[in-house]
């Protein structure tokens, strides 16, 4: 029997069957377009700006922080740091802290101290690392998953620190290196 006959009506079956089974795969399709547009970064909200204005940094022990020394590094430290974008310099809040400088990055700044005591976690055993001809001490949070570095450079006549997020790559702590090889002489390195 065709169909349509006039004895039973039009087959309304065949549309249904058809859109039960075509609904499932446009569905499945709009699912997976989503998916690798939000991989795909699609739907990630910008990175928020890192904050500009005076940081206000705690008081640290810092015997050397007003020696020729540090007034000398701190004097050729370049106003930006590299970075993805660049790291502009951050100035400080009063009182101002001397041996001290900071850029803007997120999620934190990075700090630089200078004149600072010999770190205690500069053993015999420690392992260091050279970064563009600078002996460096690199001390993590503690944390499983560290969100901040401090890199001590142990062979100057000053300690120096460098705190920065993890996140931002070893640009700030390269730079840094080339301002110490040309300002401040190598030494030996002092341990316990």
């Known amino acids: 029997m065709p169909p349509s006959s006039p004895r039973h009506g039009p087959d309304l079956r065949r549309p249904a ?5 075509a609904l499932p795969v446009l569905l499945a399709l709009v699912v997976a377009g989503l998916a690798i547009a939000a991989r795909a970064g699609a739907f990630d909200a910008p990175a928020p700006a890192p904050e500009t204005g005076p940081l206000a940094l705690a008081p640290v022990e810092a015997p050397e922080a007003s020696s020729r020394a540090c007034a000398g590094l701190l004097a050729v430290l370049p106003h930006e740091l590299p970075g993805d974008p660049s790291l502009p310099a951050r100035p400080l809040a009063d ?5 001290a400088r900071a ?14 005591p010999r770190p205690q976690e500069l053993t015999p055993t420690s392992t260091l690392t050279d970064v563009n001809g600078v002996s460096w001490l690199t001390i993590t949070d503690g ?5 901040l570095v401090t890199y001590v450079a142990v062979d100057r006549p000053v300690y120096v620190a460098l705190t920065t ?28």
Do not use: K, N, Y
Request: aromatic residues 2%.
């Open 17 to 21: 069957v058809v859109l039960a089974i």
């Open 95 to 99: 009182p101002v802290q001397d041996g």
């Open 103 to 116: 850029w803007a990055a997120e999620p934190r700044p990075v700090v630089l101290r200078c004149g600072l």
């Open 143 to 147: 944390t499983p998953q560290p969100s």
């Open 165 to 192: 997020p993890t996140e931002i790559g070893t640009g700030p702590v390269q730079a840094v290196s080339d301002a110490i090889a040309r300002t401040l002489p190598r030494t030996d390195i002092t341990v316990r």
